[in-house]
């Protein structure tokens, strides 16, 4: 809203003429003095708007806590919480100090962010507000706890406390800056306008970002502690070692349902924008609604598949299967939830179920152990969520996320041509490769350091007891038990972490655990 007083004198040519141009100079002082206040007012509601989409992205946090202890044996609960409450407190401070600035520091070049370390010079308009380092540290933490559950039950503390400093900090900052930042190689918000494929990746709230590098990194700590004690018998045979609570797992999928509220339709970052002309009521906060509806089906498409897919395939009712059917169907969506029509996202959460079922066959046959499923689940789902994303991307929509370029492609089977799909193609094997190239060699230096995989006799009697000093659950008072006896667990101290899994000792102890 601008006001002239030049061109609002003639307007007033009832009053006398000295008095004219002071009238009108006055009225305008009161018109930018309403522009100044709706103005204040707007960025005061998105800030609002983004700051309680990270309160729910950050109680994710308590979601996957919830989920990996209820994915574990009891004996191992109180170390799966911890490594929560860690990825949270570790990752805050090393997205401070060197993630948000490689994540989103402008000006920069396509590879790293070179500004606003420790936050300094910050808030910006070119960056944004503090609400947005709130929002975007949420999403960095969610990464390592993703990758948290892949290795869970045989991780000494020491490596979770490096790899959640150094994911956080480093690997996953890269990555958003390529795909999110606007002098990111590949963002479809880039600034210059020149776009990858004449499109740039849409990965809207980070099926690949997030999901895949949670999952790879996951995969490839898995994969060099290898699996835990028991998973496997002497004949290669895949033995289930279950969590101690369904009732936790369940809670755990409904928060981490709850949050992803703020994970997809807060991506928007605003919600006071409209779409065409003021006053209509279609606008961004349209778009915010019909993500939280394609995030809802999608979910609930995977859930419902993965329930009577399983049933055929093994003949039960499985609550944990269609928790993580559930979850993966939501890991699918977040690429291309804004940007797809709701009956796309049923596609989409059918689809998700059975790559996950696939991923989790595969497992089995390569023996491979993730106790979360994290690296078949957010890898694998997450992938396919790209895919998708490259097929349906809806031409309009993706015109409203992303304007400023009305020719650019859209989803294959909704009409568009190869330039997307591409784009989509490229993120997962340049995610893929960057994660391997990190996370990998850091993985393996760990192993070789013997930092990474607890001993065998802390392993089968529990991190709990000679890690952590006690257990999860008490189930007798200890000073009634001091008085009238009873059975006591002792704590056990911790080993020689020099023994390997892998010797004829460990397979004894595994073989007698079955």
């Known amino acids: 809203m601008a006001c002239s007083a030049t061109d609002l004198a003639p ?53 996957f806590a919830m989920l990996c202890a209820g994915s574990v044996r009891a004996k191992n609960t109180m170390n799966i919480m911890l490594t929560n409450v860690l990825d949270a407190a570790a990752g805050g401070l090393s997205y401070y100090l060197f993630g948000f600035a490689f994540a989103f520091g402008s000006p ?16 910006t308009p070119a960056i944004g507000d503090y609400s947005f ?26 490596a979770y406390l490096i790899y959640s400093s150094f994911l ?57 502690e290898g699996p835990r004690l028991g998973r496997f018998d002497k004949t290669g045979r895949s033995v289930a070692l279950r969590g101690h609570s369904a009732s936790l797992v369940v809670l755990g999928s409904f928060l981490l349902w709850f949050g992803w509220y703020g994970f997809n339709p807060g991506s928007f970052l605003t919600i006071l924008r409209n779409y065409g002309e003021s006053g209509g009521y279609y606008g961004q906060w349209s778009a915010v609604g019909r993500t939280a509806v394609t995030t809802t089906l999608a979910g609930c498409t995977a859930a419902l598949t993965t329930l009577f897919s399983k049933r055929l395939l093994v003949g039960h009712w499985n609550v944990i299967d269609v928790c993580n ?5 939501f890991a699918a969506i977040t690429a291309g939830c804004s940007v797809v029509e709701p009956w796309a996202a049923i596609v989409c959460g059918f689809v998700a179920s059975w790559v ?26 997450g992938a396919w969520g790209l895919i998708f994303t ?61 930092l990474l995989r607890v001993s065998i006799e802390d392993e089968m009697a529990g991190m709990d007891m000679t890690r952590h ?46």
């Open 11 to 63: 307007l007033l040519h009832s009053l006398s003429p000295n008095n004219t141009l002071e009238a009108a100079t006055y009225l305008c002082s009161r018109f930018d003095t309403i522009s100044n206040t709706l103005s204040d007012t707007a960025h005061a509601v998105d800030n609002t708007y983004l700051l309680f989409s990270a309160y729910l992205v950050f109680a994710m946090q308590l979601g």
């Open 168 to 224: 956080t900090g480093f690997v996953y900052p890269i990555v958003s800056h390529w795909f999110w930042s606007g002098d990111g190689w590949a963002s479809a918000s880039r600034t210059d306008g020149n776009l990858l494929f004449g499109s740039g990746v849409i990965d809207f709230a980070g099926s690949g970002v997030v999901h895949m590098v949670g999952g790879i990194a996951g995969l490839w700590g898995a994969l060099i």
């Open 469 to 514: 000093g006690g257990v999860a659950y008490v189930y007798h008072d200890e000073d009634e038990l001091s008085h009238n006896g009873g059975f006591m667990i002792r704590r056990v101290e911790p080993t020689d972490n020099n023994r390997s899994p892998s010797s004829p000792d460990a397979e004894n102890l595994a073989r007698s655990n079955v």
């Open 390 to 450: 490259g097929l349906f991307a809806n031409k309009a929509y993706v015109n409203e996320v992303y304007p400023g370029n009305p020719g650019r492609p859209y989803g294959i089977l909704m009409g568009g041509d190869w330039g997307l799909l591409a784009a989509q193609i490229l993120q997962i094997v340049v995610v893929v490769g960057w994660v391997t190239a990190t996370m990998g060699p850091l993985f393996y230096l760990l192993h070789k350091m013997k």
């Open 356 to 381: 996950l079922i696939g991923f989790n066959k595969l497992a089995e046959k390569f023996k491979y152990d993730d106790p979360l499923e994290a690296a078949q689940l957010h890898g694998g789902c």
């Open 133 to 158: 380092f709130l929002y975007q540290w949420a999403f960095a933490i969610a990464v390592a706890g993703i990758t948290s559950g892949s290795i869970a039950e045989r991780t000494q503390f020491v």
């Open 325 to 329: 059917g559930l979850l993966g169907g």
């Open 108 to 123: 920069s070049n396509g590879f790293i962010g070179r500004h606003s370390f420790e936050l300094s010079n910050y808030p």
